[in-house]
């Protein structure tokens, strides 16, 4: 298929890449040049702006850091002369990104004012899960764009789940990954608590991944530096998926809680621990970096 994919990050970059391998015809743009040479050098073609990009595209692909960059590339700065207006045909629209809900209806609603399809669909898996191809993709829109979304998203994804209507995704986005903040942060309080009282902190991980404590941050993306090869920790916390990211998400499920009138007292604890880690110089580091928060003080 021509696909036109906006925003190559940590983790548009990958994912357009797989698109490539898939046999796509992929055209990319992103506001750093660097970026989309790199893609080109993957065998994507490049684009000197979005509408470029998705002149002919029978897929938009957009993956950007938060709903601000989705309502402008869409709808535009003034709110009406976007993307949405310059498409030409009917191309199915969707939007990866992690944003508030409210955001996703707004674009839906106007995309579907012009007779269009679109859908958001959140990932969860990290850059190692869009480097590997098995992210899990949350998908909110109509039954029928989301079963001709599927061949698409099954070359970057592993996981296809339809949470719902549009908006639905972004849902189901917020809560997994106000879980993943909490998880995270109390691993880090786990491990340094121990590591404090003259555990190693390898074995300390694999009790407790072979115990009632484990979880996903143990198993896959352990905190603390040098016990997991090839994770964040052990890389200096470069790359990843960013603290502020982190913060951002645990902004929209307070936000999301504020709105329903839901009470979130550990999401709360976790959006105020990144917070303040993202205050204090962290927030292009990986998330995992909270580890970092707990071991204040010790001696170098």
């Given at each position: 298929m021509q696909i036109a994919f906006i925003g190559l990050g940590n983790m548009g970059a990958p994912m357009a890449?797989?698109?490539?391998?898939?046999?796509?015809?992929?055209t990319v743009f992103d506001l750093v040049e660097s970026a989309i040479q790199a893609l080109e050098a993957e065998g994507a073609q490049r684009a000197e702006s979005a509408e470029a990009a998705a002149r002919g595209a029978e897929v938009i692909i957009s993956?950007?850091?938060?709903?601000?960059?989705?309502?402008?590339?869409?709808?535009?700065?003034?709110?009406?002369s976007g993307l949405l207006d310059a498409l030409e045909g009917k191309p199915l629209i969707i939007d990866a990104s992690?944003?508030?809900?409210?955001?996703?209806?707004?674009?839906?609603?106007?995309?579907?004012?012009?007779?269009?399809?679109?859908?958001?669909?959140?990932?969860s898996g990290g850059v190692g899960g869009a480097k590997a191809g098995t992210l899990t993709f949350i998908v909110g829109g109509e039954a029928?764009?989301?079963e001709?979304?599927?061949?698409?998203?099954?070359?970057?994804?592993?996981n296809i789940f339809h949470a719902g209507e549009?908006?639905?995704?972004?849902?189901?986005?917020?809560c997994n990954n106000m879980l993943l903040g909490i998880l995270m942060?109390?691993?880090?309080?786990?491990?340094a608590l121990g590591v404090k009282n003259g555990l190693d902190p390898a074995v300390l991980s694999e009790i407790m991944k072979q115990s009632s404590g484990g979880n996903w941050a143990l198993n896959?993306?352990?905190?603390?530096?040098?016990?997991?090869?090839?994770?964040?920790?052990?890389?200096?916390?470069?790359?990843?998926?960013?603290?502020?990211?982190?913060?951002?998400?645990?902004?929209?499920?307070?936000?999301?809680?504020l709105g329903s009138k839901s009470t979130v007292p550990m999401g709360s604890q976790a959006r105020n621990l990144f917070a303040l880690h993202s205050a204090q110089g962290s927030g292009r580091l990986d998330f995992s970096s909270i580890q970092t928060l707990y071991r204040q003080g010790e001696e170098k």
């Open positions: 890449v797989n698109l490539v391998k898939a046999g796509h015809e992929v993956m950007l850091p938060a709903g601000a960059h989705v309502r402008g590339l869409y709808l535009g700065p003034d709110g009406a992690t944003i508030a809900p409210d955001d996703a209806r707004g674009v839906g609603e106007a995309a579907a004012e012009r007779g269009l399809t679109y859908l958001d669909a959140p990932v029928s764009g989301f001709q979304a599927r061949p698409v998203l099954e070359g970057m994804g592993k549009v908006g639905a995704g972004q849902v189901a986005k917020i942060s109390g691993t880090a309080e786990a491990l896959v993306y352990n905190p603390w530096p040098g016990v997991m090869e090839g994770s964040a920790a052990s890389r200096d916390y470069q790359g990843g998926f960013l603290t502020d990211l982190m913060a951002k998400d645990l902004g929209l499920a307070w936000e999301l809680a």
